[in-house]
């Protein structure tokens, strides 16, 4: 069904859902439960990254529904699902479906903060997000601003999740519209689907950061508009190495730089655990590699008759092993962090 159904009563007729570990069991459950004739476009971002993906075949294995992967400059398809494809972000426009391989946000792309942004500023209170099981905090921004927008939102049960950290996120950050376990779902969805929708909107400074924020992600990123809504910090940015700037806004901290990588503060500090936990295993190989060149000198000097020479280099060696030792001891014994 391409053309919207004039005889669906839906007041909120599109549906933006993102999910990462643990959420597509969730979705197959949703799905398993809308009625065959559901009147809404359903888009939906899940963190693939760069890998083959056959979840639209996934999916259409639970519905009657059309389902698809996203293509770029398509109408929006009422009654079907379209899900982002691998390495691609998926933006909704009014005037439908665009990808963009633009920077990743929260290191990750497809992201889910930039479908629900876009939905927001692009469809107002036509949205229903729906936030499922995930690492981190992707889509909590996104949900807000959908909320800012006059949309609604639904977030799963942390309680029922395989990973709870996405929901918490946004249940701490989002007045949500619902928080339910898998089963309980599709009927909050149809539930606020068929409500009157807000025609709350959003003032024009939020309006104008989501907007510059969009545009990031459609190379057309206007980096003097940067300093509109965010301020300079001392952080870098973990992919590039430019600067970070913090976006000035209500909710959770988070940051952009200048080629559009975006990041909140719970995928930042997680990106610089991996960057420190990367730089102590890079030392680690660098002691070993010059503790067996030390011994390599060593037994050169000794051949050679040159006994104390031998003697220091062997105490260096040994020194280049006490402290890839301590570094090990240190990385291996350490608990490994739980994504918040």
Request: hydrophobic residues 45%.
């Amino acid at each position: 069904m391409n053309a919207r159904d004039p005889s669906a009563a839906a007041t909120r007729d599109v549906v933006v859902i993102g999910l990462s570990r643990g959420g597509l069991e969730v979705l197959r459950t949703v799905l398993r439960e809308l009625p065959p004739d559901f009147p809404a476009a359903m888009l939906v971002v899940a963190h693939i990254g760069a890998h083959h993906s056959i979840l639209p075949s996934i999916l259409s294995q639970e519905t009657s529904l059309p389902v698809a992967h996203a293509g770029h400059g398509e109408a929006l398809r009422y009654g079907e699902i379209v899900v982002a494809p691998p390495d691609c972000h998926l933006l909704l426009t009014a005037a439908g479906t665009l990808l963009s391989h633009g920077a990743k946000e929260n290191f990750a792309r497809p992201a889910i903060d930039p479908l629900f942004r876009s939905a927001a500023l692009s469809k107002g209170p036509a949205v229903v997000g729906i936030l499922l099981s995930g690492d981190l905090d992707d889509g909590c921004v996104g949900l807000q601003a959908i909320k800012d927008c006059g949309g609604a939102v639904i977030v799963q049960d942390p309680a029922t999740a395989e990973s709870e950290s996405m929901p918490r996120h946004a249940l701490a950050a989002v007045q949500v519209d619902a928080c339910v376990a898998p089963s309980g779902i599709a009927q909050a969805l149809l539930t606020l689907m068929h409500q009157p929708s807000s025609e709350v909107s959003a003032a024009d400074k939020r309006r104008h950061l989501i907007d510059i924020e969009n545009r990031f992600l459609l190379g057309d990123p206007d980096v003097t508009a940067l300093a509109d809504i965010a301020k300079p910090t001392t952080f870098t940015c973990p992919e590039c190495h430019g600067t970070l700037w913090e976006v000035e806004q209500g909710g959770p901290a988070r940051f952009r730089c200048h080629t559009g990588h975006g990041y909140t503060a719970a995928s930042l500090a997680h990106g610089q655990a991996v960057a420190a936990e990367e730089a102590v295993w890079a030392a680690v190989r660098a002691l070993h590699e010059k503790e067996m060149l030390l011994r390599r000198m060593a037994q050169t000097a000794a051949a050679s008759g040159r006994h104390v020479a031998a003697s220091e280099r062997l105490a260096e060696a040994d020194a280049a092993a006490a402290h890839a030792a301590t570094l090990r001891a240190m990385t291996t014994e350490a608990a490994p962090e739980r994504p918040l």
